[in-house]
């Protein structure tokens, strides 16, 4: 007897095929062409001079390359250690006390006014931002209103406070997205976990320390990690607020790389610039989420 030979299943490679595509016509290219061109001396018109990695070892020696990246690290801490210690303990405050108090509305209220920063334009906080902390904008003015003039500083033209405000205002936009994140995982913990510990005597920072935290490590590291990546390449907040300056005191990476790119023509440097931030995301990246596979096990 004959037997019906039934075709062999194919997968779902097909479906993979246009995100694939996208992916290298959008992402690998460029980056190739990037890697290429920081290989050059190109002025972004006419043919490219092929100088090997000349560009990379004048990046090493450039005392401004230097400065972005010392001020860089003060933006990751801006933009994820501190939006991510404070979006915890919020978090945990407004599920454990404020919500049980008043109720979900004004957790959901109080979620929502945080996440806002979110969700409005780059362009829009970073110009009411300027407006906030220029020399005769409402801070001084406010301050000049409650007799404390003394005060009153160019907060966004002084080298020594400029760093300090744009760190200011990227905790105000950041916070709302960790305290989402652990807001939802903190609706997967057990409530009895809680009661557990209460029946034998723990206090709030214990249960804290000792259930909350642990158990929201997932949350803490995808909010580290994308937030870490948000912060070495973050552009849009220094242009519109700073501009890299007074002098190089805000100067990041990415900014670098740009006014290397449009304003000085250096298309070959700004690629070695570019590469270097690249290359720098994907070993930090890849640390991390290898740390976290291996404790999750």
Known sequence: MKTTRHPRPTGYGAFLAPGLLLSLLFL?????????????QWQGVGEPTWIGFDNYTRLFSDADFWASFRNIAFVIVGIAVVPTLLG???????FDYIGKKHGDGFVSLFRSGLYLPQVIPVAVTG?????????EGAVNSVLETIGLDSLAQNWLGDPGLALWMVLAV???M???YPLV??????QRIDPELYEAASLDGATWW?????????????EVYVVLVTTTIAGLKV???????????PGNSTLVPAYFAYQNFFERADVGYGSAISSTITLLVLIIAGTMLTRQAREDG
């Open 181 to 186: 994140l652990f807001l939802s995982g903190l």
């Open 235 to 245: 552009f849009a907040q220094i242009f519109v607020l700073t501009g890299g300056g």
């Open 127 to 135: 110009l009411m931002w300027g407006w906030i902390l220029a020399p």
């Open 28 to 40: 690998v290219v460029p980056l190739v062409m990037t890697f290429y061109y920081s290989l050059t």
């Open 174 to 176: 950041q916070l709302g």
């Open 170 to 172: 990227l905790v105000w």
């Open 88 to 94: 915890l303990f919020l978090a945990a405050l407004l």
């Open 206 to 218: 214990q249960r804290f320390t000792r259930i909350t935290v642990p158990i929201l490590r997932p």
